[in-house]
């Protein structure tokens, strides 16, 4: 999240509200996270011009090393713009 929207941290303030984490298997030795948003940071960013407290799904796949999705989460955030 921060890597997609890390600029909008002078504007608005990143907020987790549910997440749901899916075990797959058993996960030995060094994982991977990988996360994706499931909007365009377009979207988002929009959002937060027009006033609005976007709220938005990321998903993360943690993989083993050889590559096999051992979980699966999504986390709903929004960001809560700043007060002035």
């Known amino acids: 999240m921060l890597s997609a929207l890390g600029d909008q941290l002078t504007r608005a303030v990143p907020l987790a509200t549910t997440a749901n984490v899916e075990y797959r298997k058993l996960a030995m030795g060094e994982v991977r996270a990988e ?50």
């Open 35 to 84: 996360a994706r948003l499931l909007v365009s940071r377009e979207e988002v960013v929009a959002a937060l011009d027009a006033g609005e407290r976007p709220v938005f799904d990321a998903v993360v796949d943690v993989t083993n090393g050889d590559g096999v999705v051992v979980a699966a989460m999504t986390v709903t955030w929004t960001l809560r713009p700043n007060r002035t």
